[in-house]
């Protein structure tokens, strides 16, 4: 059994769930294309199977941050989501072919302290990528829904509200990064 057939059996885990357009290019061309993207998500959102922890777009990737409640959720989740996104691209672009470079990459989240870093590292890639000067200046991410400035939430950021406290000492722990918290997560990170 592959690690990935082991992680899509399991339930009550969390996972990072990524991937990114073929060779690297753009899966995301404009505003309506994000904003589509999230709707999708909202969609296929079935909370008995999982949760939305954290996401993020960029324009040639994504991250989620998942909890599968029961097996097989995140598979039916991101295959609904993405099938159905590339199509939609594949036809408002008139092109063909694969859209994103493979099928998504998936890693089990093993500790509090990596599912907090993680959630941090999701949220502040506009920053790092200098598409955003902060995190919350991010439209398509959830950043705006754990400070508290978006109320339409697909997201369910309990867990992370348990070990950091409030919407305000979120934002304190994601505005106070430093690059060697990379490193508290880079062994999980996707290369």
Same mark, same amino acid.
């Given at each position: 059994?592959?690690?990935?057939?082991?992680?899509?059996?399991?339930?009550?885990? =969390?996972? #990072?769930?990524?991937?990114?357009?073929?060779?690297?290019?753009?899966?995301?061309?404009?505003?309506?294309?994000?904003?589509? !993207?999230?709707?999708?998500?909202?969609?296929?959102?079935?909370?008995?199977?999982?949760?939305?922890? &954290?996401?993020?777009?960029?324009?040639?990737?994504? #991250?989620?941050?998942?909890?599968?409640?029961?097996?097989?959720?995140?598979?039916?989740?991101?295959?609904?989501?993405?099938?159905?996104? &590339?199509? &939609? /691209?594949?036809?408002?672009?008139?092109?063909?072919?694969?859209?994103?470079?493979?099928?998504?990459?998936?890693?089990?989240?093993?500790?509090?302290?990596?599912?907090? #870093?993680?959630?941090?590292? /999701?949220?502040?890639?506009?920053?790092?990528?200098?598409?955003?000067?902060?995190?919350?200046?991010?439209?398509?991410?959830?950043?705006?829904? =754990? !400070?508290?400035?978006?109320?339409?939430?697909?997201?369910?950021?309990?867990?992370?509200?348990?070990?950091?406290?409030?919407?305000?000492? =979120?934002? $304190?722990?994601?505005?106070?990064? #430093?690059?060697?918290?990379?490193? $508290?997560?880079?062994?999980?990170? !996707?290369?």
């Amino acid at each position: 059994m592959s690690i990935k057939t082991k992680y899509i059996q399991t339930s009550n885990e =969390y996972f #990072h769930v990524y991937n990114r357009g073929v060779e690297r290019k753009e899966i995301f061309f404009n505003e309506r294309n994000f904003t589509y !993207f999230i709707r999708r998500m909202t969609d296929a959102l079935d909370p008995t199977e999982i949760e939305i922890v &954290a996401y993020c777009l960029m324009p040639n990737h994504f #991250h989620l941050l998942l909890f599968q409640k029961e097996p097989e959720g995140i598979t039916k989740f991101v295959r609904s989501v993405c099938d159905g996104y &590339a199509k &939609a /691209i594949n036809k408002e672009r008139s092109r063909t072919g694969h859209l994103f470079e493979g099928k998504y990459k998936i890693k089990q989240i093993e500790s509090d302290d990596y599912l907090l #870093h993680l959630s941090r590292y /999701i949220h502040l890639n506009p920053v790092r990528a200098q598409l955003v000067s902060q995190a919350e200046e991010w439209e398509f991410s959830s950043c705006r829904e =754990y !400070f508290e400035m978006r109320e339409n939430k697909i997201i369910s950021n309990r867990v992370i509200s348990d070990q950091i406290g409030n919407a305000e000492q =979120y934002r $304190k722990f994601v505005e106070e990064y #430093h690059p060697q918290h990379k490193e $508290k997560i880079s062994r999980f990170l !996707f290369s």
